[in-house]
């Protein structure tokens, strides 16, 4: 951890310079800042890259807390809200007006209308070391990565016909004292002529969320059985209008049941049997890449009335040769309001605090194994994975990566 005195606002530390590897490498890196802190922190993994102070936005203007990642970057850009202020070395976080740039005005406290004020010399050195896509973490209090190990988290499958790289064509992931001195390769036996290697720099990262099954998600399950079994629902949106109303009176009327019209649990539970369905999981695992959605599939939650909390992980295949890699998590506090677990049927909170927090949630989910063969298949070197009992933020979209929006817990 960083402590506050390391991080005033006029100093500004690079453990090793972007010339020496970091960006160049193309390094899974990420981004850390702390409200409470008023500080910046750049990660390779676990391991500290540089360190920044910041100013975050003021009382009436906060920045918002949570997961994000880089969505646009310029390096001369004027504010759209605030009489086109400058904002050199711009990187947006939301498409709302949060961003990091740039600012010859950062004190040791919160002054910005909501952006992350940079020293202008800092800015212009961290606009070197990210690109598009790169995950920030906004958080009240300082939090670090860590290596987390579970069997639920995926690793690299090769395609069908595709090899690793071989090991001669490997270079290793320089320490802060060979940095200097370029990346050190190791000599091994070359693989028989004609072998193709799979790189995993080759591939583009995917994102992926797993969250609770949104009630969207049941009721657009709910209109393809009942159309199905000949009950017209309409189109299978998620949205109960007149067409899917009327479906569920009639399945209620021909089943000799209640008829109110009304989609409870328990005429889902019969709905679904009806039509020799299984319920549909209560968990959901989305994927993108390239800021697109690529597909979707059921995750299992064990112990339901437990909340998931929230929590970020990112892959390094630090072999680079795309057999395995490591996985370093973080997990943030998230005050969930009390109707939302009213509505999700949460009973006890998380505690991000608590030993081994990660660990403990990712062992309550499962995913079929074909899932995890075709997450394994698209696994590159920067993929991550957020987990919340929420869905993303308003802005998530195409053109975004997954947004979470954290909160903090009221103050008693």
Known sequence: MVSRFALTASVVVFLFSPAAGVAGNGAPLQIIVSKNQQSLVVYDGDAVIATSAVSTGKAGHSTPTGIFSILEKRRHHK?????????????RLTWSGIALHGSNHVPAY???????????????????????????????????????SSTMLFQPEPAPGETPAPLSDVPLRPTISQAENGPVEV?????????????AEDREPIRMLITRRGERDIRRNVQSALNELGYIAGVADGHVGP?????????????????????????????????????????VILVRQGFKPIFEADV???????????????????????????????????????A?????????????????AIQRTLGRLAVADDVRKRIGHLLADGSSLSISDMESGLETGDGTDFITITRASPRG
Request: charged letters at 20%; glycine letters at 10%; proline letters at 7%.
């Open 79 to 91: 504010s759209n809200i605030y009489s086109n202020a400058p904002m050199p070395f711009m990187q």
């Open 110 to 148: 919160p002054a910005s209308h909501g952006c992350v004020r940079l020293p202008s010399k800092f800015a212009a050195d961290l606009f070197k070391m990210t690109s598009r896509g790169m995950h920030v973490l906004v958080t009240d209090r300082q939090v670090s990565p860590v290596e987390v």
């Open 187 to 199: 000599a091994m036996t070359e693989a028989p002529t004609g072998m193709p290697a799979v790189v």
């Open 243 to 283: 067409d899917t109303t009327a479906a569920i009176r009639a399945f209620q009327t021909g089943e000799k049941l209640t008829v109110d019209g009304k989609l409870s649990p328990e005429l889902t539970q019969a709905i679904f049997k009806k039509a020799g369905r299984d319920a549909p999981a209560n968990g």
């Open 300 to 338: 299992s939650i064990d112990g339901p009335e437990q909340a998931l909390g929230t929590h970020f992980l990112q892959f390094h295949d630090v072999g680079g040769n795309g057999d395995e890699g490591k996985w370093y998590g973080v997990a943030l506090e998230n005050h969930l309001p009390t």
């Open 340 to 356: 939302a677990k009213n509505r999700l049927g949460i009973t006890t909170d998380a505690d991000p605090s608590a030993f081994n």
